[in-house]
């Protein structure tokens, strides 16, 4: 969908008018909707509803002159109702970086830009010198597609000094699993990446509401981690060892690369527990819709393939051997049986394991 964007100006002369729908055909020229009355507005149109339309777009660009400032402070003509609408969603709703001050002609003589007192606080781009008009038209456009030339770097590491120092970013640290080699994970790095590769998306975004615990999600889940509170560190780490790419499209992102996909994937392909590779092996040869546990006398556990039962050769570590399948992503907990049983159900990567063991 292209940007959609209002352009609010005044009829100050037939040269500043010219002007506009200049700069509203290079917007439209450059994939910008731009909504302007010189052609949206016909006979017999509701020029009301026109003007209405400003607080449904993405951008509003006030084109202001001396007399623009004029009519949208005294609330005069269609300036002053669109003024009044501008001040209504300024004033009541977030609005940042929605209504933008194009400063065309006219500077008071405290040589202060002519923009009204209404959006006097805004950040304003300079369209009045028309030699560096080419100049800005291209800030102007990278502001609207949300891509600035000057990014911000990602926040490094404190300097080394430090480290001897107890201070709170190292008591933070210090409850952070550690790792011994560069490519080994803390088993709520290792689970993120596999919920990241697992959910078949390749863009991990910050969904934490207003004073929310931390949370990231990709378009389709919610990444589900045990403590929440080093998850950003979580996320900082898997990128500084390249299995995530981090970027910053006006919030950071980050991206799955290469790497991090291999990553998983070799967790998968490495070897079970014989015990474990049977009882995946039993149920996915049984056809059956899904595996459990019944719990009987004194603690005695049994799997069971639905009503089929699983062979096994100890059934002490059963619970962990299925822990470990659900672990790789091979089943899927599926919910709580009656007398301390639970639910599992085959994933596609489980059945795609056995048939490579075939």
């Not at 003024?83 to 008071?108: L, S």
């Not at 919910?335 to 994933?347: D, E, P």
Request: glycine share 6%; with cysteine.
């Amino acid at each position: 969908i292209p940007p959609r964007v209002f352009i609010s100006y005044s009829w100050t002369t037939p040269e500043h008018e010219k002007w506009v729908v200049n700069f509203a055909s290079k917007l439209v020229e450059h994939g910008i909707d731009a909504m302007l009355d010189k052609w949206d507005v016909r006979l017999g149109r509701d020029v009301q509803y026109f003007m209405e339309q400003l607080s449904k777009m993405d951008r509003v660009l006030m084109i202001c002159d001396k007399r623009y400032k004029e009519k949208a402070e005294r609330r005069e003509g269609g300036v002053g109702v669109e003024a009044t609408i501008i001040t209504n969603e300024i004033y009541n709703k977030d609005t940042q970086g929605k209504y933008v001050p194009i400063v065309r002609r006219g500077v008071e003589g405290n040589n202060k830009a002519c923009i009204p007192i209404f959006a006097s606080t805004k950040a304003y781009i300079d369209f009045s010198d028309d030699k560096q008009f080419d100049h800005q038209f291209e800030s102007l456009l990278r502001d609207i597609y949300n891509q600035p030339k000057h990014i911000k770097p990602s926040l490094g590491t404190p300097p080394a000094f430090l480290s001897n120092k107890h201070n709170a970013t190292e008591t933070i640290k210090s409850h952070i699993p550690q790792v011994t080699t560069a490519n080994q994970l803390s088993e709520q790095e290792e689970s993120i990446l596999r919920q990241f590769v697992e959910s078949g998306d390749f863009c991990l975004i910050d969904t934490s509401g207003l004073n929310a615990p931390v949370s990231w999600s990709t378009a389709k889940n919610e990444i589900k981690v045990k403590d929440a509170r080093f998850m950003n560190a979580n996320l900082k780490r898997l990128a500084s060892i390249g299995f995530l790419l981090e970027g910053f499209n006006g919030h950071t992102y980050y991206e799955l690369t290469e790497d991090g996909i291999e990553y998983v994937d070799n967790l998968k392909k490495s070897d079970l527990s014989d015990q474990a590779k049977s009882i995946l092996k039993q149920y996915v040869e049984s056809g059956v819709q899904y595996l459990c546990t019944l719990v009987h006398g004194q603690g005695q556990v049994e799997v069971m393939a639905q009503n089929i039962p699983i062979k096994v050769d100890n059934n002490r570590f059963i619970y962990d051997d299925l822990e470990e399948l659900e672990k790789r992503g091979f089943i899927r907990f599926d919910g709580n049986m009656n007398f301390g049983g639970k639910r599992y159900t085959l994933t596609r990567e489980g059945a795609e394991y056995i048939a490579k063991l075939e």
